[in-house]
């Protein structure tokens, strides 16, 4: 099974400064055949499902603002929020797609309002 | 757009059993494969399972491998996930999710079960 772990588990960040949440894979998600890195970040917000919100480790879900920006390959990701809106105090999570039909999420990172 | 839509939150004693569905509208059943996804009060996300209507098969996660079966109707649109045995533990928020090979893109608006004597 591939175990995805994040860090930090907890982030308070003031409002308009760079939030980064890292992501590390037990193996690579990288498929050689077509250099696609098969990683998703969501955002849960209280109270709510889940919205994905960046697929193929760095391509934003339509809708979803360009502040928030995924990088990284291999088995190392970045989910990174440029300037920090107060409507994106939520939970975020990593999930690798790449052995499906079976899939896991790393344990959640909980973004907080300095 | 899919939009899924899930039964009603659920009571169960210990050592029972709940059957909870998914029902999904506005786009092609076959065209995705359904997932379900557990998060126990205050916890994170967990893959259980899930089913591909294209090729009709179920994969579970080991650890809920024995206890969980999923099934769908495809003449109703509506996946269902039947949980057994249940504990304490099991006492969580129930979502279903759809995939179209990208991440889970559409959600439902989950199903509580509470487990308790």
């Known amino acids: 099974d591939i175990v995805m772990t994040q860090s930090p588990d907890s982030l308070a960040v003031s409002l308009g400064e760079r939030a980064t949440i890292k992501c590390k894979s037990s193996q690579s998600v990288l498929y050689t055949s077509n250099r696609k890195n098969y990683l998703a970040w969501y955002q849960q917000k209280l109270g709510q499902p889940p919205k994905l919100l960046i697929y193929?480790?760095?391509i934003r879900e339509s809708g979803v603002p360009d502040r928030f920006n995924g990088s990284g390959s291999g088995t190392d990701f970045t989910l990174t929020i440029s300037s920090l809106q107060a409507e994106d105090v939520a939970v975020y999570y990593c999930q690798q797609y790449y052995s499906a039909p079976t899939y896991s999420f790393g344990q959640g990172t909980k973004l907080q309002i300095k | 757009q899919v939009q899924l839509v899930q039964s009603g939150a659920e009571v169960k004693k210990p050592g029972s059993s709940v059957k909870v569905s998914c029902k999904a509208s506005g786009g092609t059943f076959s065209d995705y494969g359904f997932s379900w996804v557990r998060q126990a009060p205050g916890q994170g996300l967990e893959w259980m399972g899930g089913?591909?209507?294209?090729?009709?098969?179920?994969t579970y996660a080991q650890s809920f491998q024995g206890r969980v079966t999923i099934t769908a109707d495809g003449s109703t649109n509506t996946v269902y996930m039947d949980l057994t045995s249940l504990t304490s533990e099991d006492t969580a928020m129930y979502y279903c999710?759809?995939?179209?090979?990208?991440?889970?893109?559409?959600w439902g608006q989950g199903t509580l079960v509470s487990v308790s004597s």
């Open positions: 193929w480790a760095s």
């Open positions: 999710a759809v995939t179209s090979g990208s991440g889970f893109a559409f």
């Open positions: 089913f591909i209507p294209i090729f009709d098969t179920a």
